[in-house]
């Protein structure tokens, strides 16, 4: 069963996270690290449970993991052992388990926020609460890039040098822990390159029964970051019955109404999109420039539905409040 097919056709709309890092630091968090949010597993885990918490109050459908740098070298070269690596890439799932176990068990115990199967939100910044079905939430585990674990800005260009059973070698380890973890889902995440979704799926069929969705970071309105084209990938996955979802993620608001476009023409997929606030990010100085987009982001999040996107959320410098606003602008489209 497609799990994220079954909360489309019975909620319409499945709404999406936004930027894990963004909230850590906004609580004083000093992520300038290798690890990036994945340090707080070990050093505040509370952190991230609290974040989780703070997108579903705000309307999100899913908790994806701080697992987007938490790999086996990664931790290992930092001088936790392999097998503390493992547990720390456990954790990542375990404490999106915890956080919704704990809001869904909160509003369902209320009668006065809970009624026939709908929420009211607690919504952030002064959003109207207003009453929207919804379905209990998911725990999506994020699979970062090869480039995610070099650090380096990568995941934006994609020239690894490696070949496929190389990027195969890298995944497998990672995607088995989370997958033990009890992730409902796997999330393979601003992938540069058409080769690396390649390697996962081949990763994904070690493990029959398990979903992912894939989202690809692009360069432009046309093309993902390694210059291949959008449209392509999205035909190339197509016909994986473990593809639950495709889309594009960590990308600039201009380019996401083309990109959607150009996928679904290519894919009988849901579409995802969680695109960057509408700041410009440098790797090489790990900083972000410019303001966000001054147009409301739940008035976008309209726009993207209109294209053909099915799930919705956001990424980088995005916040609970953003993605209050795409329930907000989303709640019509809901099956009642």
């Given at each position: 069963?497609?799990?994220?097919?079954?909360?489309?056709?019975?909620?319409?709309?499945?709404?999406?996270?936004?930027?894990?890092?963004t909230?850590?630091?906004?609580?004083?968090?000093d992520?300038?690290?290798?690890?990036?949010?994945?340090?707080?597993?070990?050093?505040?885990?509370?952190?991230?449970r609290?974040?989780?918490?703070?997108?579903?109050?705000?309307?999100?459908?899913?908790a994806?993991?701080?697992?987007?740098?938490?790999?086996?070298?990664?931790?290992?070269?930092?001088?936790?052992?392999?097998?503390?690596?493992?547990?720390?890439?456990?954790?990542?799932?375990?404490?999106?388990?915890?956080?919704?176990?704990?809001?869904?068990?909160?509003y369902?115990?209320?009668?006065?926020?809970?009624?026939?199967?709908?929420?009211?939100?607690?919504?952030?910044?002064?959003?109207?609460?207003q009453?929207?079905?919804?379905?209990?939430?998911?725990?999506?585990?994020?699979?970062?890039?090869?480039?995610?674990?070099?650090?380096?800005g990568?995941?934006?260009?994609?020239?690894?040098?490696?070949?496929?059973?190389?990027?195969?070698?890298?995944?497998?380890?990672?995607?088995?822990?989370?997958i033990?973890?009890?992730?409902?889902?796997?999330?393979?995440?601003?992938?540069?390159?058409?080769?690396?979704?390649?390697?996962?799926?081949?990763?994904?069929?070690?493990?029959?029964?398990?979903?992912a969705?894939?989202?690809?970071?692009?360069?432009?309105?046309?093309?993902?970051?390694?210059?291949?084209?959008?449209?392509?990938?999205?035909?190339?996955?197509?016909?994986?019955?473990?593809?639950?979802?495709?889309?594009?993620?960590?990308?600039?608001?201009?380019?996401?109404?083309?990109?959607?476009?150009?996928?679904?023409?290519?894919?009988?997929?849901?579409?995802?999109?969680?695109?960057?606030?509408?700041?410009?990010?440098?790797?090489?100085?790990?900083?972000?420039?410019?303001?966000?987009?001054?147009?409301?982001?739940?008035?976008?999040?309209?726009?993207?539905?209109?294209?053909?996107?099915r799930?919705?959320?956001?990424?980088?410098?995005?916040?609970?409040?953003?993605?209050?606003?795409?329930?907000?602008?989303?709640?019509?489209?809901?099956?009642?």
């Amino acid at each position: 069963m497609n799990l994220i097919q079954s909360i489309l056709e019975q909620y319409g709309v499945m709404i999406l996270d936004g930027a894990m890092a963004t909230e850590l630091e906004r609580s004083g968090a000093d992520l300038n690290d290798s690890l990036w949010s994945a340090r707080l597993l070990t050093e505040d885990p509370e952190a991230i449970r609290q974040v989780h918490y703070r997108y579903f109050e705000a309307g999100a459908d899913c908790a994806i993991t701080a697992s987007y740098q938490a790999t086996i070298p990664g931790f290992v070269q930092r001088g936790w052992t392999e097998q503390e690596a493992k547990e720390l890439i456990r954790r990542s799932v375990q404490i999106a388990v915890e956080a919704r176990d704990a809001f869904w068990t909160d509003y369902t115990a209320s009668e006065s926020n809970y009624s026939a199967g709908q929420v009211v939100l607690n919504q952030p910044d002064n959003v109207p609460v207003q009453t929207f079905p919804r379905p209990r939430p998911l725990v999506v585990a994020s699979v970062g890039p090869y480039g995610a674990y070099l650090a380096d800005g990568s995941e934006y260009r994609g020239d690894y040098q490696l070949n496929e059973q190389q990027l195969v070698e890298f995944h497998a380890p990672r995607i088995r822990e989370l997958i033990e973890a009890g992730a409902d889902l796997l999330a393979c995440e601003t992938i540069p390159c058409l080769i690396e979704a390649k390697a996962i799926v081949t990763v994904l069929q070690q493990f029959p029964g398990v979903q992912a969705w894939f989202s690809f970071s692009a360069r432009d309105s046309e093309h993902i970051s390694s210059g291949e084209r959008a449209a392509d990938c999205a035909a190339w996955l197509d016909p994986y019955e473990q593809v639950a979802a495709v889309g594009i993620n960590c990308t600039a608001l201009e380019y996401i109404p083309a990109l959607i476009s150009a996928m679904h023409a290519q894919t009988t997929k849901p579409i995802l999109v969680y695109p960057n606030s509408g700041e410009q990010y440098d790797p090489v100085t790990k900083t972000w420039h410019g303001a966000a987009c001054t147009q409301n982001y739940g008035q976008q999040a309209h726009d993207w539905y209109e294209r053909g996107a099915r799930l919705i959320g956001g990424c980088c410098r995005t916040t609970p409040a953003d993605i209050a606003s795409v329930r907000q602008a989303l709640g019509n489209k809901m099956i009642k």
